[in-house]
């Protein structure tokens, strides 16, 4: 399939290509050129001069795992009952037909970060799923991180139950605690592998199990963090076990943002268009995700669904944009900054050959409030929308 007379902004080095055409095979991006295609077949798409981009990415959302308008029988979000609990699977509570993952890709939403919550030191595993499908483990695009939570939502959870951890210093000793475990249970392992007539196989621990990836450095540690001081302990302890580190929400990055520009920091900034709920979130300011990128942050925007509803991440650049950032920008950050940011660039975020067909057809401004697109590809399967080509 081929969709041409199309204006493309690629979010590549290839930046935008006033007037051309993208071939799909196989639900692949197998072409992104100039002008127009030497042959047109009835199922190619004449896009009659309409905006073709890359599929909007969130970031970070709880999609699924907090289900729209269910409460306790729906939320299977957080496991308050150990502050420490790396083996948990996203995937084992995600519910796919719930009618939220529509309305993100109706949006334009075709993929979504989604993450345990906050209540824990350590939550669990995260993924990035295609937000199509009926069964998430055909939406599945890889698993990229660990949950890991400091400031004032573990603190809280727990000082309700009267146990550790009630201050910043217990989360953070917790995390260290548990990393430390499974670093020795990956040296362990190790030594056995490499020599196992001389060393025992260390006895299974899944927890330390859970986290071998993240010391590997086959995924990222994502850590909730809104207060500049737990932002500044997120990067303590990576640096300590030489994580790859995403700093989620970073509230108050605004007022450091010089500083994480020179440690190379990557963070999600959102949710964007709420009010100051608790007491960690006064640093709120529209300026937090513009001042993070002019500093050189590989930045991203999250809805942090279901706080703000996930199809109002268009919307939440567009505040962005009135934040300071420019509207490239705030496009870059839904797509492939946010790809960047997660590890998935290889495989989505911009128009670029090689990658998977997760497009969008635009005959507005994407994110004019009012906008919508006209039509979103997954996998190379038009979701929404129906064309039939015009020769």
Known sequence: MKIYNVVINTMDNRNVINSGWVEVENGRITAVEEGKPETISETDIDGKGKLLMPGFIDAHTHLGIIENGIDFEGDDCNEATDPFTPQLRTIDGINPLDRCFEEAYMRGITTA??????????????IAAKTFGRRIDDMLIKKVGIKFALGENPKNVYNDRDEAPVTRMATAAIIREGLFKAKKYLEDMSDYESD?????????????????????????????CHRSDDIFTAIRIAKEFKLKLTLIHATEGHLIADILGKENASAVSGPIICDRCKPEMRG????????????????????????IPVQYLPTSAAMAIKGGLSKQQALEAITINAAETVGIADIIGSVTVGKEADLQLYSSEPLELLSEPDMVMINGKIVKGEYKCVK
């Open 196 to 224: 196992r007539e001389n060393n025992d196989c260390p006895e299974f621990d899944i927890k330390s199990h859970a986290l071998i990836p993240l010391l590997k450095g086959e995924i990222s540690a994502h850590f909730h």
């Open 284 to 307: 709120l300011e529209l300026k937090n995700t513009a001042c993070l990128m002019n500093n050189r942050v590989n930045t991203s925007i999250c809805t942090d669904h279901p706080v």
């Open 113 to 126: 970060v989604i993450a345990p919550g906050s209540a824990n030191p350590c939550g669990g595993e995260i």
